[in-house]
């Protein structure tokens, strides 16, 4: 009856769930670049290029802050009279961002999909508009990372951003990059 209290309580202490705390304090810095897609008004989808810049900490083995920038070049396909100078050529403008929050992991293994919510403030300017125009919006974050060493990773980020206060002006803006990152503190 021992033995098997024993063999009972050493198979539970082996099977039991651990805390992962390689990934605690992990930090992340990288670079990404890839297709962005903006609806300004009542005009067609503006699609162009960006990139952009982030670093994560590891607060728990699933939980990161995270802080991230970037800009993206589109191009306006009509003049939107409220946005748009009458007398420009261009219909080029620029879409930069600048963020903070928090993502949930949902694995610690090699493949890391992740979701999360970042505050964000915007800045749209560039020859297509009058005037730069300063906003404050949000981005709802979800990706999926790939751990191909302990100091490198690799990832699909697809960023959701809803710019709060131009909203109605600027109704739907994605940001779909690929990036590369640095990872140290295990």
């Known amino acids: 009856m021992k033995r098997i209290a024993v063999a009972a309580a050493l198979a539970g202490a082996a099977l039991a769930a651990r805390e992962a705390g390689a990934f605690e304090r992990q930090q992340h810095i990288g670079l990404g670049g890839g297709l962005s897609l903006l609806k300004v008004e009542d005009a067609s989808l503006a699609v162009g290029g960006g990139g952009g810049i982030h670093y994560a ?19 306006v396909s009509r003049t939107v009279p409220a946005l748009v100078t009458t007398g420009s050529e261009s219909r080029t403008m620029f879409a930069s961002y600048a ?17 999360g919510v970042l505050g964000t403030g915007y800045l749209l300017h560039g020859a297509a508009l009058d005037h ?32 709060l206060t131009k909203l109605a002006e600027f109704p ?5 990059f690929l990036r590369a990152e640095y990872v140290w503190g295990w």
């Not at 990161?64 to 589109?74: K, P, Q, R």
């Open 132 to 163: 730069a125009i300063g906003a404050a919006g949000v981005q709802a974050a979800l990706g999926i990372d790939y751990q191909a060493s302990r100091s490198f990773a690799v990832g699909l980020a697809l960023r959701q951003h809803f710019i």
């Open 57 to 75: 900490y590891g607060l728990t083995d699933s939980l990161n802050f995270v802080a991230e920038g970037g800009t993206s070049l589109v191009s």
């Open 99 to 115: 963020g903070a929050g928090v993502t949930y992991g949902f694995g610690v293994v090699q493949w890391v999909p992740y979701v």
């Open 172 to 176: 739907s803006y994605t940001t779909v």
